[in-house]
């Protein structure tokens, strides 16, 4: 069918489908919206996991998720809203036909200013329709943006990590390799939004087209623009589509913005404020804890009120916790780091995991002698082992005795040791967790 795009029976099916497709838009739209708004909170858990546990990639992708979500959410049900408002106008139509103004027996002032401002409303029903179908079309342009804006990022962030920062290389290649790499992605990046936001300026100059075209051509690819280009194209051959294009970058930034908006209602205080001996952060109790994501992002202990004769300890694990370990303990870092993506489609055996017994147990004789606790101003003996929790998140977990602790308020404090350049040893506090006892 590709092939026939210029035969007349073609042209004809596609003005007939253009004719119909508000059935179909409001058909995708009422189950993305209903898809997104369901997958909208486990976008959110993934990426407070990856954000924890510190898994770079994995919180870079989620974060693309999550803005693509949000962008969607709000063009569609714009989209929706727009289309039931047209549909109303064309039942009206039905009904009353054109807007009779010498029936409304306005004066001839306002009778003039009216059909100046307002005109015909078949006019209004078709300016509703290309405002729908524009609309539907730029919420998938603007994710396709969203990537566009991640593959520059991913591409300076690759040559940064791979090229300039690269152990395999030598320092003079690096430097005359990288460097000019990234100053052609940094350079072909302000051309490309300068070119963006001016809709060609850049293409209509003959001598700046020749010097910009090396640069449309390398980011054509970095930013995957060779998918979505005809639809940019279509937009920027009209008047509508110009001035409609024009807002899309602010439209962008101010969707944005609103979903990071946040009421504050003290000068003092907030709920993002960390635990400590006089404030309590529900982040830090397990029992508080949403139950429908059940995700454990910070230590936790398992009540505000503890009435067991123990307190259960958990430290969610993070890359940052095993780079320590190997900072303590040069003997447990491997030859091969395997942290990172991996897949089991090429894997066999043990996928290259540490399986020696005796290698975890030093691994965990090295967390233990850096994590310790205090309760109130006392060090509690603890031996952490490695566990997990109902909903998967891998951790450490201990309990502490509660045998000498009077009744009342304590406050849990969980530090580690550090090291300082000069290798000296110091001693940091991570978080305090208030908790009052009150045995059974």
């Known amino acids: 069918m590709s092939k026939d795009y210029n035969n007349p029976a073609f042209k ?9 497709s508000w059935q179909l838009e409001l058909l995708i739209s009422g189950f993305a919206i209903f898809g997104l708004f369901t997958a909208y909170d486990s976008i959110v858990f993934y990426f407070n996991e990856a954000d924890a546990t510190g898994q770079e990639y994995k919180k870079v992708a989620f974060t693309v998720i999550r803005i693509s979500c949000i962008i969607l959410i709000f063009s569609l049900l ?11 106008a ?35 029903i078709g300016t509703l329709e290309n405002y729908c179908s524009i609309i539907f079309a730029a919420s998938f342009l603007l994710i396709f943006y969203v990537l566009a804006m991640t593959g520059i990022i991913s591409t300076i962030g690759f040559i940064g990590n791979n090229i300039i920062s690269s152990e395999w290389l030598p320092e003079w290649l690096r430097l005359w390799i990288g460097v000019p790499l990234i100053l052609f992605v940094v350079f072909g ?16 100059k003959k001598w700046i087209s020749k010097f910009y075209f090396p640069f449309y051509w390398v980011f054509s690819f970095i930013t995957l623009s060779f998918l979505y280009r005809p639809i940019v194209y279509n937009f920027l051959d009209n008047k509508f589509g110009r001035r409609f294009t024009l807002i899309l970058f602010p439209l962008f930034i101010i969707v944005a913005l609103s979903f990071s908006l946040r009421y504050n209602f003290s000068n003092y205080f907030s709920s993002k404020i960390a635990s400590s ?42 890359e940052g916790i095993e780079d320590r370990v190997f900072n ?43 994590y310790y606790a205090k309760i109130d101003t006392t060090i509690v003996d603890s031996e952490f082992i490695v566990s997990q929790t109902k909903k998967g998140t891998m951790g450490f977990e ?3 005795p509660t ?38």
């Open 12 to 20: 004809k099916l596609l003005e007939k489908l253009q004719e119909e």
């Open 78 to 88: 714009v989209h929706v809203l727009l289309r039931g408002l047209w549909i109303g």
């Open 90 to 124: 064309l039942g009206l139509r039905y009904v009353s036909g054109e807007i009779d103004y010498e029936e409304l027996n306005y004066s001839e002032k306002f009778t003039r200013y009216l059909k100046k401002k307002v005109g015909s409303f078949d006019k209004y």
């Open 189 to 204: 990046m302000i051309l490309t939004f300068i070119d963006y936001i001016t809709q060609g300026f850049l293409k209509r």
């Open 277 to 318: 001996d006089y404030i309590s952060n529900s982040e830090n109790y397990e029992d508080l804890i949403d139950e429908k994501s059940g995700f454990i992002d910070n230590v936790v202990i398992q009540s505000k009120v503890i009435k067991e004769h123990y307190i259960k300890l958990f430290v969610p694990y993070s």
């Open 328 to 370: 303590f303990n040069e003997g447990l870092r491997p030859k091969k780091d395997i942290r990172g993506l991996d897949t089991d489609a090429f894997s066999s055996g043990d996928n290259g995991f540490i399986t020696s017994d005796s290698l975890r147990r030093e691994y965990l004789a090295t967390f233990n002698k850096i």
């Open 398 to 400: 201990t309990f502490l």
């Open 403 to 440: 045998d000498n602790l009077t009744k009342g308020k304590h406050v849990l404090e969980f530090k580690r040791m550090g090291l300082t350049n000069n290798n000296d040893t110091i001693y940091l506090s991570l978080r305090k967790i208030p908790f009052w006892y009150y045995p059974d």
